[in-house]
């Protein structure tokens, strides 16, 4: 019992892998034509898990299982987000999969584990527990996107998803190994010791960090490692997009935190190079190819990794604050993303996929409030105040001035401007245009809900973002192990 | 504070908060109410901004109506409000207008009405904000948000070519205005974390670093104002906006970047100002002169206005950069003229295209005859716009013209050519749209001005010749603020060397 007690950071990843095994089960055994069982089982773990995490919140690291594991604010505020970021997508998705036989058992289990693994990687302070979360993760979503077994786009999206994903933890595993060579640890905190300490052997050490940042890359999707982003958005169920552009992408901020920041901050001025390079390509290359793109789960693919470019930004400030500003970034992405792939499946319905921009047509006229809802998101997404977005890129933008990065704080707006036509261009289609077809929309009043608050979520956060903005720095100050 | 109401606030907040109101009256069913209550918005959101005239302290030179608390505390961003001599007429030229716009959009406007009464309250309230915000982030904020309602108005009720012309104003605006947050960061880096304007006014710089904003200011105010060259999206936006759309862009919004010159370029940069001011000074009188010569050219009745708004807006640039109270106070006053006129001139130009639906010039002539009511009204905008002595639009002009000549004989020579080339373009349009035989069936068919759009140039009328003959009541109020302007920027902001302390001993 004694053991157990000790055991409070990782309750809340204990109850979901019993409650994800139960719910496998329950599935089963209890007759449910719709799932609704099923799916009001998972969003109570989700609500449980919440209040089991904001019950048991860290103020000050706590490692457990010989420095696997640790509890601190950065990980208990991230692992929030994800609960709420997946019970988001959950109900956002319910009728879309619903309709396309798609909502089994398998898919709310799948999402379960796939959170269980992000949440391991949140709180992973050993290279072997990163890797196994990555991994638990990984396997979900790859089963995920090939959900949809009929449909030859999903299966391809998921097999270059799988492989490029393979290849990526290859990749990562290879510069832990390097790591691992130099320092004779593959402890977090241990590894920055050693390499702080000069034992280890500098050349062996950079190039093990070479792999990891690959890796990292094409985890996040950062050019030139982007490749299967579009494919992968354009191919697999808009719910399933949706899960992958969200919620691992908290989990990926966790992973680069511990990874580059904690473990490997002497090196910095090596890694924050390379960062610098990467941004400036996904902004570039993500906003210029967004723009001819006609499908918009393509289109979002394309925003994404100029969003991650930006988001890397922050990261290569090299200042804690830096650290802070992109945690509300990824946050603040998160969320739109929520939004713009949910109104999609809003708009979807049995036979129709809402995926090209023309669906936009004149929404406007189709429903006011839709519409409305869509413009916070887009011009959140461009950066434009008085929307979430913009605070978002602000306090980056705020940190890179900061360390005398003028030059690409000017590149970054410059390339967002770019970024600002395409949002612009689904305002435009919106309003400016007459729709194609004149049928009422029809979506459930619990999405319909939902998407009222993610958009007005956006705007507040641009009238009031200064909470969230001190959140997100303090819960980075507390959590880094810096020396 | 009257009442105890923080005035400026509620001059923001009121018209958005009737915007949010006339949206939810919903779709067109409910029209007559949407309209109704948008007019009561804009004739309160008014009323409310007269206390910011009567209880102005004119000797004062400070910033008035302060109002200030705390909004994001991790950046020191403070919700910041304030009004001095410069800034204070430009919040109650915008209140004026805009129960003019509902009231020129009341029968003409049939789809969407809800939404477009909406968002020119909406836009009232933001473009208010810009005027009184204090705190750089603050003004930013309002400054990009001004964008989004713009958008919509020339995308949604606009013309033919109106996705072009929405697009091109949306991304030329953004453009500037992002070089321009830069520029905030790093002054908010410099000043130790603050984002109060008043804070950078007195912050030293070194001469580069001004240099640098500068262009970063320049970038954003420029297209704004807009000066030549950055000005080609002012022609496309005024043709394709509907006719409310054109007189907020042409009194107000260009309005809003003139006044950045002189709330931040001139103060925060002197040094570069002055070094700068020759540049600035050509391409203002590059736009008065040749601006002036393309509007001759123009067959379109909006586009000739837009032409001739750059090139009165090149002698606002001018007036501010010979840096002297004339020609700050004259550009000033030639602002506010320019609003009256420009505004009247574009409502006068809607009230045809609402009966004719066409703006070319070529499709009138004899107008006078059939509108004589409507030919009078415009015939003395026209005036206005041509700068003749006893309207406002002289005054202005005379006060530049003044101030150039004694900073440069030639500045003054050159500009004095507006008052040739504007009573050229202007009167000839006049010539050919309103005198002459009848032209065709369409101006057979015509019918006068009705009691609702003779209101509506009545009131301009007045004003435009109020101000023309009497505009002590205009110059009164900024006269402190503007002398105190150039006196701050007549003393550089360059930081002295800093001597060790060692050789100081």
């Not at chain 1, 995490?53 to 690291?61: C, D, G, K, L």
């Not at chain 1, 798609?102 to 290279?127: C, D, K, N, Q, R």
């Not at chain 2, 910011?52 to 961003?77: A, C, R």
């Not at chain 2, 009188?285 to 909006?302: E, N, S």
């Amino acid at each position: 019992m004694n053991y157990l007690s000790t055991l409070y950071p990782a309750y809340a990843e204990i109850f979901l892998l019993v409650m994800a095994c139960v719910i496998l089960i329950a599935d089963l055994l209890v007759e449910n034509q719709r799932k609704t069982v099923t799916y009001v089982l998972v969003q109570l773990t989700l609500l449980v898990l919440f209040l089991t995490t904001y019950h048991y919140h860290q103020t000050e690291p706590a490692h457990l299982f010989h420095n696997m594991f640790v509890g601190d604010q950065m990980s208990d505020a991230l692992k929030m987000f994800s609960y709420i970021a997946v019970s988001m997508v959950l109900v956002y998705t319910r009728s879309y999969m619903l309709v396309r036989g798609l909502f089994t058992g398998e898919f709310m289990v799948l999402t379960l584990f796939a959170l269980l693994g992000m949440m391991v990687m949140i709180s992973a302070s050993h290279f072997m527990s990163m890797y196994v979360g990555l991994e638990i993760m990984s396997l979900s979503l790859y089963a995920m996107v090939a959900l949809q077994r009929d449909s030859a786009t999903a299966t391809e999206a998921a097999m270059k998803y799988f492989i490029l994903g393979a290849l990526a933890s290859g990749l990562l595993l290879y510069g832990m190994s390097m790591l691992y060579g130099a320092t004779g640890t593959l402890e977090v905190k241990a590894v920055a010791d050693a390499i702080k300490g000069g034992v280890a052997n500098s050349n062996l050490v950079v190039f093990g960090l070479v792999f990891i940042v690959a890796g990292l890359a094409f985890k996040l999707g950062a050019v030139p490692f982007h490749m299967w982003v579009p494919d992968v958005y354009q191919g697999a169920p808009t719910a399933i997009v949706m899960m992958i552009g969200s919620a691992p992408k908290l989990a990926a901020f966790a992973f680069v935190m511990r990874l580059l920041v904690e473990s490997m901050q002497p090196l910095a001025a090596h890694w924050s190079a390379m960062l610098a390079i990467m941004a400036i390509l996904s902004m570039a290359i993500g906003n210029i190819s967004a723009i001819s793109q006609v499908n918009i789960k393509r289109m979002l693919a394309y925003s994404s990794i100029a969003h991650i470019g930006f988001f890397l930004l922050g990261v290569l400030s090299g200042t804690v604050e830096g650290y802070g500003a992109a945690m509300f970034y990824i946050v603040i992405y998160a969320l739109m993303t929520l939004g713009a792939f949910g109104m999609i499946t809003l708009l979807s319905h049995e036979g129709y996929e809402a995926d090209s921009l023309d669906s936009f047509k004149g929404l406007n006229q189709r429903s006011p409030w839709l519409a409305f809802m869509m413009l916070l998101l887009m011009f959140s997404m461009a950066g434009v105040p008085p929307t979430a977005g913009f605070y978002a890129k602000f306090s980056v933008l705020e940190q890179i001035v900061k360390t005398g990065h003028v030059e690409m704080a000017i590149a970054a707006v410059m390339l967002s401007l770019i970024g600002a036509f395409y949002y612009l261009r689904i305002v435009k289609l919106m309003y400016f245009d007459v729709p194609e077809s004149h049928e009422p929309i029809r979506m459930p009043a619990e999405s319909g809900l939902l998407i009222s608050l993610n958009g007005l979520a956006v705007l507040a956060l641009g009238i009031l973002p200064g909470w969230l903005m001190a959140a997100c720095s303090v819960v980075v100050q507390k959590s880094l192990l810096l020396q | 504070m009257i009442f105890g109401l923080p005035i400026l606030s509620v001059a923001i907040w009121l018209p958005i908060l009737f915007g949010v109101l006339v949206m939810a009256t919903g779709n067109d069913r409910n029209a007559p109410l949407a309209r109704v209550l948008a007019l009561v918005g804009g004739i309160l959101g008014f009323l409310v901004t007269l206390p910011l005239y009567t209880g102005f302290d004119k000797l004062s030179s400070g910033m008035q109506f302060v109002e200030n608390v705390e909004w994001i505390p991790h950046f020191h961003i403070n919700y910041s409000l304030g009004v001095d001599g410069i800034s204070v007429l430009f919040i109650l030229l915008n209140s004026f207008f805009t129960p003019l716009v509902i009231l020129a959009g009341w029968q003409v406007i049939e789809k969407r009405v809800s939404q477009y009464m909406a968002a020119f309250l909406i836009m009232s309230g933001i473009v208010n904000g810009v005027f009184a915000a204090l705190d750089a982030m603050l003004f930013y904020v309002f400054w990009e948000a001004m964008l989004i309602p713009m958008f919509l108005i020339i995308g949604v009720w606009g013309g033919p070519n109106r996705v072009y012309a929405a697009v091109k104003f949306f991304l030329y605006t953004l453009l500037g205005s992002l070089l321009m947050l830069i520029a905030f960061i790093y002054l908010y880096n410099q000043s130790g974390n603050s984002f109060s304007i008043l804070a950078y006014h007195a912050l030293p710089i070194p001469r580069f670093e001004q240099i640098l904003i500068f262009i970063a200011f320049f970038m954003a105010f420029a297209v704004k104002v807009p000066m030549f060259p950055v000005h080609t999206w002012l022609p496309d936006a005024h043709v394709e906006a509907p006719t409310g759309g054109s007189v907020v862009l042409a009194a107000i919004m260009l309005k809003v970047g003139a006044y950045g010159f002189l709330r931040f370029s001139m103060p925060i940069a002197p040094d570069a100002s002055h070094e700068l001011s020759g540049v600035m000074i050509a391409l203002s009188l590059v736009a008065v002169v040749y601006i002036g010569l393309v509007a001759l050219m123009q067959a379109d009745m909006k586009k000739l206005v837009a032409y001739s708004s750059i090139s009165h807006m090149g002698f606002v640039t001018l007036g501010f950069f010979i840096f002297n109270a004339y020609g700050i106070e004259g550009a000033l006053l030639q602002m506010i003229s320019h609003g009256f006129v420009s505004g009247a001139l574009f409502l006068g130009i809607g009230v045809l295209y609402d009966r004719v639906h066409s703006r070319q010039i070529a499709d009138y002539g004899g107008v006078a005859h059939k509108m004589p009511v409507f030919a009078a009204f415009f015939v003395m905008f026209a005036m206005a716009n041509s700068g003749l002595p006893g309207t406002s639009g002289f005054v202005g002009e005379f006060l530049v013209i003044l101030g150039a000549v004694k900073a440069n004989f030639w500045y003054a020579f050159l500009a004095a050519t507006t008052l040739i080339f504007g009573a050229a373009y202007t009167l000839w349009m006049v010539k050919r749209v309103f005198f002459g035989a009848i032209a065709n069936e369409h101006v057979e068919q015509l019918q006068d001005v009705s009691m609702r759009e003779k209101v509506i140039l009545l009131i301009l009328a007045l004003c435009v010749l109020g101000m023309g003959l009497y505009p002590l009541p205009f110059s009164e109020i900024m006269h402190t603020s503007v002398n105190d302007l150039i006196n701050h920027v007549s003393s550089s902001k360059i930081p002295a060397m800093v001597m060790p302390a060692a050789a100081i001993n």
